[in-house]
């Protein structure tokens, strides 16, 4: 998500770090640098326009030119400006108790508007609150065969009518069922197009009018661009939109129609879909968000992904055992083992501050493969040994290694790797919300510090074991980015 925005702000900071104090050639540099990374990342003109003046006046403003550490400065009002483009958002759901919610879900054909019905009614059903589907794109009967897929999947009521010709109908009627289920809030799935017509927004208005639902959000598809800009202003004037849900954020190198729409529209960005599955629907958060554009991280929403995983009575059990300063090694295989969904280890660690280098080699691995050896080097040691891994001297280590069959350095990244990413699993997932915070104010400093290599010279798997130096992780850099420059071409 965002690489090519991240790489090219990252440039921009680079062009300032090491610098003991900035001129005014240097910062302008600096700011024209961000400028091009957001126009490549394809963010709207005028948006680009106002956030780099206001990143102008704002680094003026602070005298950042005299300040001790610019370059961080520079960074930390970057990450501000960010933040005030894409908020302020309230991304709570507006749930009335004991009666009807509905929301009515609207976007163009392809923006995945039906499986977002389906990602929005599980979110709802985990605030332990019964949600309906009602299926009113009666333009695509392939819509509602999916919506009811969807619905059985999920063990979520999903309301269609065969033959049907007015979508007003429908969602008359399936409101009415819901009311007879003791519903709490209906989802509307309405009909789309492959582009915005006359008769599709008459359609739209019509349900809007007549159902009067009490919200009204927009699917757009985050890679298309500009494009997604224009038809959210385009399904704003004609339905005074609530909110946008943006989706397959996961595949968006550019993110430039996450920080134009909210400026451009004037419509918040509700909730973005970063994936496949019925769970990856995150409700937005500016904050979070500008962290992950800057590779700082984001330590809420791995607690959110953390719960999601532990149910309360594990995680009061571990709260227990956490008050006693007890977190071991077998702690931290429980935990891993629950992480063995394809590419959620690999998420995890890259919402984590300091954690961006990391993630890319976990999400790269086999994680059936890597949960295994994981488990069996755990399972070789003594349980003194999973207690307090600094009993694990070299002899030790030579026979859990043979005991599991792994090399002994293995062992020894496993330690290293439970040594850096144990405290902070164990923070994410149980806690308390000042810990979260204090953590998050720690990591995205360490994370601001360096925002190209936060690890340092931490040794992680596949890497030879020494410390690099900073010539030589500056050097591995300038590799990398000629690598995706030359991939860029190919493509």
């Known amino acids: 998500m965002f690489q090519s925005l991240q790489e090219g702000l990252q440039s921009a900071f680079r062009s300032l770090q090491g610098k003991g104090k900035l001129s005014e050639s240097n910062m302008r540099e600096g700011i024209a640098m961000v400028e091009r990374s957001l126009v490549e990342a394809d963010v709207s003109i005028d948006v680009v326009q106002k956030f780099v003046a206001d990143v102008a006046a704002a680094a003026e403003g602070r005298r950042i030119l005299l300040s001790l550490r610019p370059h961080e400065e520079f960074i930390k009002i970057v990450f501000e400006e960010l933040v ?34 389906g990602k929005l009614a599980l979110l709802i059903r985990e605030k332990k609150l019964k949600p309906f589907l009602i299926a009113a794109d009666l333009q695509r009967p392939a819509a509602i065969e999916q919506l009811h897929v969807l619905g059985e999947q999920l063990g979520v009521p999903v309301f269609s ?16 069922q819901a009311r007879a289920v003791h519903a709490d809030v209906v989802i509307l799935d309405t009909a789309g197009r492959l ?66 729409v909210k400026a451009v529209t004037e ?16 409700p937005f958060r500016p904050e979070g968000m500008a962290s992950r554009i800057l590779s700082m991280g984001d330590i809420v929403e791995v607690a959110r992904e953390a719960h999601r995983l532990i149910d309360e009575r594990e995680r009061k059990a571990l709260e227990d055992r956490m008050s006693k300063g007890i977190f071991t090694l077998t702690d931290f295989r429980d935990m891993m083992q629950k992480l063995r969904k394809p590419g959620l280890i690999g998420k995890m660690m890259s919402l984590m501050p ?39 001297d070299s002899s030790r280590r030579n026979r859990i290694a043979k005991g599991c069959g792994v090399q002994a350095v293995q062992v020894s990244d496993l330690i290293k790797q439970f040594e850096t990413i ?51 992780r500056e050097k591995m850099q300038r590799e990398r980015e000629k690598l995706l420059r030359k991939k860029k071409r190919g493509s």
Do not use: W
């Open 267 to 282: 419509v918040p960005i509700k909730f973005i879909g970063t994936g496949e599955h019925m769970d990856a629907l995150e």
């Open 161 to 176: 009518k065969p033959g049907a010709t007015d979508p007003v109908a429908v969602c008359r009627e399936g409101q009415d």
């Open 354 to 392: 300091g954690m961006g280098e990391l993630s890319k080699v976990m999400g790269n691995t086999d994680s059936e493969k890597e949960m295994s050896r994981l488990t069996g080097i755990i399972d070789s040691m003594t349980p003194d040994e999973r207690r307090n891994p600094k009993l694990i």
């Open 84 to 117: 005030n483009v894409l908020g302020p958002v309230d991304n709570a759901l507006p749930i009335k108790r004991g009666t009807l919610t509905t929301i009515m879900m609207c976007g163009l054909q392809g923006a995945g508007k039906t499986t977002t019905c």
């Open 422 to 472: 144990g405290p902070m699993l164990q923070m994410a997932t149980s806690g308390s919300t000042a810990d979260k915070m204090k953590m998050l104010q720690q990591m995205q400093g360490m994370a601001t510090s360096n925002p190209f290599n936060p690890l340092g010279g931490m040794k992680i798997k596949g890497n030879t074991g020494k410390r690099l130096t900073p010539k030589e």
């Open 195 to 260: 582009a915005i017509d006359a008769e599709l927004m008459e359609q739209l208005k019509q349900i809007d009018k007549q159902v009067q639902p009490d919200q009204v959000y927009l699917v757009v598809d985050g890679m298309t661009g500009q494009d997604a800009v224009k038809s959210a202003k385009a399904f704003n004037e004609a339905l005074s939109l609530d909110g946008v849900i943006m989706t397959k954020l996961d595949g968006d190198a550019r993110g430039g129609a996450l920080l134009s």
